[in-house]
């Protein structure tokens, strides 16, 4: 009943096994490795890009930092949400890699909305020297709050940005589970819907440590490259992250495990309908659920041996009516059984 984070599960077996192949002998160091060329052809096949730039750092805040600084001018600012993982919980770092402001656009249900995002557009740049130039969108694929967005919100939401000339780069540290919710293929929830750049997420769907830098113009590669080695993002044993990557990508392996987890977490959601002392905050797409029950409920949960993380206030402390919210993430080794023991604590 392990529901704090997809961060928190284990890597897949056949991930460690293809760890244990490449650990065989010796192989050229920082990307040189002949596995990262299977990744790139993988990756460039699965996105229908055959010149697209790919290339491998350890973490999504890498990952978004330094594919936002090479779309980026130090005197820009990049349009997120509130609620943008750039924004609450990258210690700024985009900031810091990009030399940047963030501008926040409102959202609904933790999407940006065409509206808003051109207000936001609108209210910069109109200050000449004084004030931010207008940099890219970036969005968040899936949302902080377990929402997704739709193709043609992405595409409503790209062409906002084209029509000012503005590049977009979609967070998909959930990309799977994303694509697995709306039933597409990577291209369309990528370049065919107007995205210039993916954070391609595997660390939260069976790997260890691999996140794929993907941008659709390759002439940003060789920036790319200097910002992640100036950074200190340049792994030099680069081998141990390409095996991960290809075993992610090979036979379907990584719709597979977002498959298992967006299964879990509808099967959550359902069971969470039925119980009447439980709100749903928002309405669930892929893997993650937000939830309003008692202190009380909470507390007997979380002792009865439940790991979840209790948003905005102490489960243990305070009047036991008052509601609180807390936070499921199925990963893609959890269990009809794990679920539906967790659903029994919550109802009983």
């Not at 609450?88 to 509206?115: H, I, Q, R, S």
Request: hydrophobic letters at 45%.
């Amino acid at each position: 009943m392990y529901f704090a984070s997809d961060n928190a599960g284990p890597a897949h077996p056949k991930v460690l096994e293809a760890l244990t192949r490449a650990n065989a002998g010796y192989a050229m160091g920082y990307g040189a490795d002949p596995i990262m060329d299977d990744v790139r052809a993988l990756i460039r096949d699965a996105f229908e890009a055959p010149d697209a730039m790919v290339h491998l750092v350890i973490n999504g805040t890498a990952a978004n930092a330094i594919m936002l600084a090479t779309m980026t001018d130090p005197w820009d600012t990049v349009f997120c949400t509130p609620m943008a993982h750039i924004h609450e919980d990258e210690c700024n770092a985009p900031e810091f890699y990009t030399g940047a402001k963030l501008t926040l656009v409102p959202d609904l249900d933790a999407k940006m909305t065409p509206d808003a995002l051109e207000a936001a557009i609108l209210k910069e740049e109109n200050r000449g020297v004084h004030g931010p130039q207008r940099g890219p969108v970036s969005i968040t694929q899936v949302t902080e709050k377990g929402t997704v967005y739709t193709l043609e919100e992405i595409q409503a939401l790209t062409a906002v940005a084209r029509k000012y000339g503005l590049k977009t780069h979609l967070d998909g540290a959930r990309f799977a589970n994303a694509m697995v919710a709306l039933g597409c293929t990577p291209a369309e929830m990528s370049w065919k819907a107007g995205i210039d750049a993916v954070s391609f997420g595997g660390t939260k769907n069976g790997l260890i440590g691999v996140e794929a830098c993907i941008v659709f113009d390759p002439a940003v590669s060789r920036p790319f490259e200097l910002r992640r080695k100036r950074g200190g993002h340049l792994l030099s044993k680069h081998r141990y992250l390409s095996a991960q990557m290809e075993a992610y990508m090979t036979d379907g392996l990584w719709t597979w495990m977002a498959e298992q987890a967006n299964a879990r977490c509808a099967r959550l959601t359902a069971g969470l309908r039925r119980i009447a002392h439980v709100s749903l905050q928002y309405e669930p797409a892929a893997n993650m659920i937000f939830f309003q029950t008692t202190r009380a409920h909470h507390k007997r949960v979380l002792d009865g041996g439940a790991v979840y993380y209790v948003m905005d206030g102490d489960e243990q402390a305070g009047e036991p009516d008052e509601f609180l919210t807390g936070r499921l993430v199925c990963d893609w080794s959890m269990t009809d059984t794990g679920v539906d023991q967790f659903l029994a604590l919550m109802a009983g």
